[in-house]
């Protein structure tokens, strides 16, 4: 493959029981870029989404990412290659506060090592200051500066949402990975989360997208892909696979 | 009052102590990282078997150590070496057992496992004569520096008393420095949503394995400091019942609450467990055990229903330097504490987009 592509999925499949969720599907993302993954409901594209982020294992077909293979690894191993995903149902941690929450997310913690806290809390002390401010940072830009003392499980559902792909910024990723953002949202939320993601599109962060809403998918990716049935049927500008027959029929008849 | 009280009193005093130490433990495994530990009591165990077993004096073969008991090795070790073998000892059941149940397990499967592992585990001990003697268990364990010391007895609990307090005061500082770092966080956020942790880049099966094994280590530790008082160590001591005890304790006292688990120790099996022991004598002279565990039961139940935090909840950490809203408008919030913070209200000029890519 080209050298600048980031993501290459190449013919992977998935089966549930007797049920084909995913059939040779392969796409590719590369450096910079953003792609939308579309198509009806049961089109297989969230098994495509856990397949990447290694929560699932492909049947067959690879996955490599950064010019590594990734397929089958264990979703920690993925998510410290910096593919970092957020779920359809949030997922925040509940009984944490919303700075914590960011916390966590910060990659190879000092104050995480068996060695780090033997040593004590000089060990990783400037390291957690360090966290905070940067934490802070981002909780100011998605505006959940207020809440940070807030336990995350008192959020609405749509700050929910943005505390998700907060956290998921704060540990750094190389390709962010998001599962309908926007799923359950209150509209007025929607149109906050869709200009913090028109941002991190502005500023070149690579993502891979699903979402039903195709406005903010318009705004938000250079290129779409649409499944449907578990197979890759269109590929290309969103403008364009909508005009294509087969995609208007898999939305009929799915 | 006769010193029968006093003898009474030293002897709550080392059960609380020891029910501290194992609570503390037990609450790095079930509050902090929420591993539902049914085989917490093993772990206590095998501390006090190990301690007992590097103190009695050698056995050459089966029943010919100390009092004609048969048990494995025997070696007469010096203060305070049997206790760290016994910390070790719980470390290294912990890890045998983490094993088996956490990269598979969750939730109720995982009680479940741990449950049996606690049947098998006294089926072994009950059964096989040669290793620790069977269901009839050591006696005759000595008691730490008691040759050295050499006090009248009452002295001597009282001494016992003081060493237990320090030992908990380690045991406190060791699990405090893990609940107020960065893995206490992680381990609570595992608690939480593993499956997002683990989206984030954590090891989380090896965060909750270091829990376990904490857990383990204080689990031998209380073990020990308890068969070293009371000098006799067999598998009636321990049923898979003794682990509910402690787990009771920590439901009704708080998950992941240090003064909360105080609060359950001094409840549970020391207030309640030592109340039953005044009622009316009743039935068969098992009447008193029974009795225990059926309020213990009940005290689980009743606080699942109305009040599952517990007494005291686990603490929401707030941060230094939060600030006030309106000093964070402009979306760029000054940094904590850190020692080149500007004041509050001062302007730093740091612009721009703050994303990954700044």
């Keep these: 493959m080209t050298g600048d592509a980031l993501l290459v999925v190449s013919h992977i499949s998935r089966s549930f029981g007797g049920v084909q969720a995913v059939a040779d599907a392969s796409m590719t993302i590369s450096r910079g870029e953003s792609l939308g993954l579309i198509g009806p409901n049961g089109a297989g594209k969230s098994t495509v989404l856990g397949m990447v982020a290694g929560a699932l294992v492909p049947d067959s077909g690879s996955i490599r990412f950064d010019g590594e293979e990734i397929a089958g690894m264990p979703s920690h191993k993925v998510g410290s290659r910096g593919l970092i995903r957020t779920f359809q149902i949030s997922s925040e941690f509940p009984r944490l506060t919303v700075l914590q929450n960011l916390l966590v997310a910060l990659p190879g913690q000092r104050g995480e090592q068996v060695w780090g806290l033997i040593r004590g809390r000089g060990a990783w002390q400037a390291e957690e200051e360090r966290a905070i401010a940067r934490a802070r940072e981002l909780l100011a830009r998605f505006r959940l500066a207020e809440m940070e003392s807030e336990y995350a499980g008192n959020l609405s559902g749509g700050q929910r949402r943005l505390l998700e792909v907060a956290r998921a910024l704060m540990a750094g990723p190389k390709l962010l990975l998001l599962d309908e953002p926007t799923a359950g949202v209150h509209p007025k939320m929607v149109g906050e989360l869709r200009e913090q993601l028109r941002t991190l599109r502005e500023e070149g962060l690579p993502m891979l997208m699903i979402e039903h809403e195709l406005g903010i998918v318009e705004e938000v990716c250079q290129r779409v892909v649409v499944m449907a049935r578990g197979h890759v049927i269109a590929e290309g500008g969103l403008a364009e696979v909508r005009a294509l027959p087969e995609v208007k029929e898999a939305y009929v008849a799915g | ?358």
């Design chain 2, 1 to 358: 009052m006769g010193s029968g009280w006093e003898f009474y009193l030293t002897l709550l005093l080392v059960y609380l102590g020891v029910d501290i130490i194992a609570c503390l433990g037990l609450n790095i495994q079930l509050g902090l990282a929420g591993i539902m530990d049914f085989a917490f009591i093993i772990f206590q165990a095998v501390g006090a078997y190990v301690y007992a077993i590097f103190t009695l004096g050698p056995a050459n073969g089966p029943g010919q150590g100390a009092g004609g008991q048969s048990y494995l090795w025997g070696t007469s070790l010096p203060f305070p070496l049997p206790y760290i073998l016994a910390t070790v000892a719980g470390v290294i059941l912990a890890f045998f057992c983490a094993a088996v149940v956490l990269p598979r397990l969750r939730g109720d499967y995982e009680a479940m496992a741990f449950l049996v592992i606690s049947l098998i585990a006294t089926g072994i001990a009950t059964n096989q004569v040669g290793i620790f003697n069977g269901a009839n268990g050591l006696y005759g364990i000595p008691q730490p520096l008691s040759g050295v010391l050499n006090l009248p007895t009452l002295s001597y609990d009282w001494f016992y008393v003081g060493l237990t307090a320090v030992i908990c005061v380690l045991a406190w500082l060791v699990t405090r420095r893990i609940t107020t770092s960065p893995m206490g966080r992680l381990l609570r956020a595992v608690r939480e949503n593993e499956q997002a942790a683990r989206a984030l880049g954590k090891d989380a099966t090896r965060a909750r394995m270091f829990a376990f094994l904490v857990g383990g280590g204080l689990a031998g530790l209380s073990g020990a400091v308890l068969v070293a008082f009371v000098t006799a160590w067999a598998p009636a001591s321990w049923g898979y019942a003794e682990s509910f005890v402690y787990i009771t304790a920590i439901v009704v006292g708080g998950f992941g609450n240090d003064i909360g688990i105080l609060i359950g120790v001094l409840l549970v099996p020391i207030l309640f467990g030592e109340l039953v022991r005044f009622l009316p004598a009743y039935g068969r002279s098992t009447w008193i055990g029974a009795a225990q565990l059926m309020v213990y039961g009940l005290l689980t139940l009743l606080f699942l229903w109305f009040r599952p935090q517990g007494l005291i909840p686990e603490r929401r950490q707030r941060y230094a330097g939060g600030g006030e809203p309106s000093l964070r408008a402009g979306g760029t919030p000054s940094a904590p504490s850190a020692p080149s913070a500007p004041s509050a209200g001062r302007i730093r000029a740091r612009l721009g987009p703050v994303g990954r890519l700044r």
